[in-house]
C-alpha cells in the first residue's frame, strides 16, 4: 500500500487514555461499481480499474485436472436471505432475496454481477412485502435468463419471470388463474414452458416465449377419463421431449409423455396407487436413459422404464424406498433412498453406506462421478454427510466450517454438478449472536468442490445494516494458523480525522494491556470501520464487551487480523490508532 503519512497526536484532558494516530495513514478505497442495468451487453467486474476490466475479458484458464476433490470450500457466505446457486449453462450464478445475483468465475471470483429487480405486479401491503424470493435462475445466459421466484405478497404461491430486452417480465401465462407458475424449462429453439395450475385445481402447460406448440395436459387426462389431476414430478428435456407423472383423483399414477410439437402425447396407467403431494420439482424421479426413453419412480416403490405409451416395471432391491434416480453414462438407473443401489443391465447391486443412513440426494451419477448425500432432517433433508464413491467405496466429503464465523459448522444443502466432480453446494448455519438461549439468525454459504483463494461476504453486517456493495471479498475467520485477530466494532459513514473516539476511550479507560491493541479505521469493499487488532482473544473479547454497550444493536465480528489474510482480502487501512497516556 501506499500510505500518507500522519503525525497529528492527541490526547484527551478527560481520560487517562486516548486514542492517538501511529505513524500510518490513508489509501483511496476501490472506486464503486457502477451495476449494470441490462444483462446484455459487455459487463465490468465489480469495483475493477480499466486495467483489471481488460484483464477480466480473457477467457480464464481451465483448472487444471488433479486427483478427487476430498472436501468442499466455501465461496460465498454471510447473512443473505435465501441464498441459492444456479448453474444456467456453463454460468455459476449466485443469487438471494429478489435481485442479488453475481456471476462467478470457475475459482469463485466475481466475474460480473447482474443488475436485477423483481417486483410482483400485485400492488404492495403495508403488512407484507413484495420482493419475490428467487428460488431458482434457468434458461440461457445472458440472454434468455428466467427466474423461479415465491411470491411471498401473494401467500407464498409460487411465480416466474423472464428477462427481456426490457428487463424483467414477470410471467403471468394463465388467464384465469392467479397462482402464477409452479415451475419454468428451457426447452427447444430456446423456448421457455411454464408448468402452472389454473382455476379448477387442473395442471396445464404454455409457451411463454417462443413459438414451438405447448403440450396439453387436458388431453392427457381426459385419455385417462380423468377430471381432476394433480401432478407428481415433470422432466423436460431441451430437445423437446416431456414427461410428467401424475395422479388421477388421488388414484392411480399415470405417466404421460409428449414428444416435441406432440399436444396430445402418449399416456400409461402405471396402475399403482399414489397422490402429488409434497411433490419433487427437480424431476428426480424421472430420469432420461441417454437414448429414447425415461426411468420413472412412481410411489417410491415402483420403478418403470420405456417411452411414448411403452413401459415395462423393473422389480427393485427387497426394501427399496425410492427418493431419486439418476442414470450413468452406460444407461443404468442408480436408485437412492431408503439405500443406495445401481443396475448393471441384468441385476442390482446394493451399495453398502456407513450408518446405514437414507440417501436425500444422488448426484453427478450422469458424468460418472457419483455424489450423495445421506441423513439430514427429516422434514428438508438439511445437514447429513457427503460422499464420493471410488468405485462401490464411499468416501466422505468434508464439509468446511463457516469462512467469517468461527467455529459454526455449515450444514449442507443441494448440490449442482457444473462437470465431472465439478460441485456447488448450498449451506446454512445458524450465529447466536446475543449468547446462549436467545434466538438465532440464519447464515447462508455457497460452497465449491474446488479451492477458493478468497470467500466472498454478502448480506447483512454488525449493525444489521446490508453490505453496500454485495458479493465482497471479506477477511477470513480468526481460527487456526492466525496468529492476530481484528474486530470490527462499528461501522462509520464518512471518515474525520480529528476525531479521537472519546467515547470508546472513555468505555476502555480501565481496560488493562491496552498498549498490545492496534485500533485501525479500515476500508472493506466500499463500507467502513472502526476495528481492533490483537493477539491476545481474551484482551481483544474484553473490548468488545465495553465497546458494544455504547451500540447495543451492535454484534462485533472476529475475522483474521494478520497482514496477510487483510491482504487478500483487499483491506484498505485509512489510519491507524493507540491507546496512549493522557499528558
Not at 486516548?18 to 490513508?26: A, K
Not at 385417462?224 to 399414477?253: F, L, N, P
Request: hydrophobic share 40%; net charge negative.
Amino acid at each position: 500500500m501506499n500510505h500518507h503519512h500522519h503525525h497529528v497526536l492527541f490526547a484527551l484532558c478527560l481520560a487517562p487514555l486516548s486514542l492517538s494516530c501511529t505513524d500510518h495513514g490513508t489509501e483511496a478505497a476501490v472506486a464503486p461499481e457502477a451495476p449494470s442495468q441490462a444483462i446484455a451487453g459487455t459487463p465490468t467486474p465489480p469495483g475493477a480499474t480499466a486495467e483489471e476490466a481488460s484483464r477480466a475479458e480473457e477467457t480464464p484458464p481451465e483448472p487444471a485436472v488433479g486427483p478427487p476433490p476430498t472436501a468442499l470450500h466455501v465461496a460465498v457466505e454471510g447473512r443473505c436471505r435465501n441464498m441459492g446457486v444456479s448453474l444456467v449453462g456453463d454460468d455459476v450464478l449466485v443469487h438471494y432475496e429478489g435481485g442479488e445475483i453475481v456471476r462467478l468465475e470457475p475459482d469463485g471470483r466475481p466475474a460480473e454481477r447482474v443488475a436485477v429487480t423483481l417486483a410482483s405486479q400485485d400492488p404492495p401491503t403495508p403488512w407484507v412485502q413484495t420482493l419475490p424470493q428467487i428460488e431458482q435462475l434457468g434458461g440461457h445466459y445472458p440472454d434468455a435468463l428466467f427466474a423461479e421466484v415465491m411470491e411471498s405478497g401473494r401467500e407464498g404461491i409460487l411465480g416466474g419471470y423472464r428477462h427481456t430486452p426490457n428487463g424483467w417480465v414477470e410471467v403471468r401465462p394463465f388467464k384465469d388463474s392467479e397462482n402464477g407458475v409452479d415451475q419454468l424449462f428451457s426447452w427447444y429453439d430456446r423456448s421457455l414452458l411454464a408448468l402452472g395450475t389454473v382455476s379448477d385445481g387442473a395442471p396445464r402447460f404454455a409457451v411463454v416465449r417462443g413459438k414451438p406448440k405447448g403440450p396439453r395436459f387436458d388431453r392427457a387426462t381426459a385419455k385417462a377419463g380423468c377430471t381432476i389431476a394433480q401432478v407428481v414430478d415433470v422432466r423436460v428435456r431441451e430437445q423437446g421431449d416431456v414427461v410428467a407423472t401424475w395422479t388421477c383423483e388421488g388414484k392411480h399414477v399415470f405417466v404421460t409423455h409428449w414428444r416435441r410439437d406432440d399436444l396430445a402425447g402418449n399416456t400409461h396407467d402405471l396402475g399403482v396407487a399414489g397422490n402429488g403431494w409434497g411433490r419433487r420439482t427437480d424431476g428426480s424421479t424421472i430420469a432420461f436413459d441417454g437414448k429414447d426413453g425415461f426411468y420413472v419412480v412412481a410411489a417410491s416403490t415402483k420403478l418403470w422404464h420405456g417411452h411414448d405409451d411403452a413401459w415395462t416395471e423393473i422389480a427393485l432391491p427387497n426394501g427399496a424406498d425410492v427418493r431419486t434416480i439418476a442414470v450413468d453414462p452406460q444407461g443404468h438407473p442408480w436408485i437412492g433412498g431408503s439405500l443406495l443401489a445401481r443396475h448393471d443391465g441384468a441385476a442390482w447391486t446394493t451399495i453398502p453406506l456407513p450408518e446405514g443412513k437414507p440417501v436425500v440426494q444422488l448426484a453427478g451419477v450422469e458424468l460418472g462421478t457419483p455424489w450423495l448425500r445421506t441423513g439430514g432432517r427429516e422434514y428438508d433433508g438439511v445437514g447429513g454427510r457427503l460422499w464420493r464413491l471410488d468405485g462401490e467405496t464411499p468416501v466422505e466429503i468434508t464439509v468446511p466450517a463457516a469462512a467469517f464465523f468461527e467455529g459454526e459448522a455449515l450444514r449442507l444443502g443441494e448440490l449442482q454438478f457444473a462437470g465431472p466432480d465439478d460441485v456447488w453446494a448450498e449451506a446454512e448455519f445458524v450465529v447466536q449472536r446475543r449468547g446462549k438461549g436467545a434466538p438465532g439468525r440464519y447464515y447462508r454459504a455457497v460452497l465449491h468442490s474446488r479451492p477458493v483463494e478468497q470467500p466472498l461476504r454478502c448480506g447483512e453486517l454488525i449493525d444489521g445494516r446490508e453490505l453496500t456493495r454485495s458479493y465482497v471479498p471479506w477477511p477470513t475467520a480468526s481460527g487456526g494458523a492466525c496468529a492476530s485477530r481484528l474486530s470490527l466494532l462499528m461501522r462509520r459513514k464518512s471518515w474525520d480525522d480529528a476525531n479521537t473516539y472519546p467515547k470508546i476511550t472513555k468505555a476502555l479507560r480501565s481496560v488493562a494491556g491496552l498498549e498490545a491493541v492496534r485500533f485501525v479505521e479500515l476500508e472493506i469493499g466500499q463500507d467502513k470501520f472502526l476495528g481492533a487488532i490483537a493477539t491476545d482473544a481474551a484482551l481483544l473479547g474484553v473490548v468488545h464487551k465495553k465497546t458494544k454497550k455504547l451500540r447495543p444493536n451492535t454484534f462485533p465480528e472476529t475475522v483474521c487480523g494478520d497482514a496477510a489474510a487483510l491482504e487478500r482480502a483487499g483491506v484498505v487501512v485509512h489510519r491507524e490508532l493507540a491507546m496512549t497516556a493522557a499528558p
